[in-house]
């Protein structure tokens, strides 16, 4: 019982059995006025990911000796329930409007009707998996039950953001990274699952940017 208990803990992990719901939270809405008059969209990011997925990790960890096994999920849309790449550009232009940065900020499938565009290129959004049975392969799924880790996740994004107008002329352009991670154990960790904090790191920093960027802003003819 007690190996069948590990595996199965093992394919939770390698495939997401328990799918997580998207869950983004805006900060509160910013009511000043705005950095500027201008419009903006924010359009689906385009998708630059690698698509290959690796979860052979899982099945290293359990062979005598070795201390752990690593396995990468490129494309870990189904484990988070989303599409990032309408989930990030939404969540985004949520932020960016409760900042009060530009008159109006809202995500748009069409890159028209808005003054500028947020264009975004999601370079990367990694969900990896250290999995462990501490060199002891399936005993060491004893040691789960005293409440040391099965493992640690890792969740990595990284989205390159250009503004533009609607002639395609370049106001600002910066490549944003942002990682997390934590334990994940027999008794903890299984639900919880922070590319929305992750995506909230890059947020912040983008705010921050774009609220230097918007009051100089001056669209060229």
Not at 195 to 216: G, Q, R, Y
Request: hydrophobic share 35%.
């Amino acid at each position: 019982m007690k190996k069948i208990l590990a595996i199965f803990l093992v394919l939770n992990l390698c495939t997401g059995c328990a799918v997580q719901g998207w869950k983004y939270t805006s900060e509160p809405k910013n009511y000043k006025k705005p950095e500027t008059h201008y419009t903006l969209i924010v359009p689906p990011l385009r998708d630059a990911r690698d698509s290959e997925n690796s979860i052979a990790g899982y099945w290293i960890s359990m062979i005598p000796l070795v201390p752990y096994g690593t396995s990468t999920i490129n494309i870990p849309d189904l484990r988070m329930n989303s599409k990032p790449v309408e989930d990030f550009s939404k969540a985004i232009a949520e932020e960016i409007d409760n900042a009060s940065i530009f008159k109006n900020s809202s995500f748009a499938y069409s890159k028209t009707g808005a003054d500028l565009y947020l264009i975004g290129t999601l370079k990367s959004s990694q969900h990896i998996i250290n999995s462990t049975f501490y060199g002891l392969s399936l005993p060491g799924d004893l040691l789960w039950y005293l409440g040391l880790p099965a493992g640690k996740y890792h969740f990595n994004i990284e989205i390159e953001y250009t503004l533009i107008d609607g002639d395609n002329n370049v106001y600002f352009t910066k490549t944003y990274t942002a990682d997390m991670s934590n334990f994940v154990g027999l008794y903890y960790g299984l639900d919880k699952y922070s590319f929305e904090e992750t995506l909230k790191k890059i947020a912040k920093k983008l705010i921050v940017d774009l609220n230097e960027v918007a009051p100089s802003l001056k669209l060229k003819k």
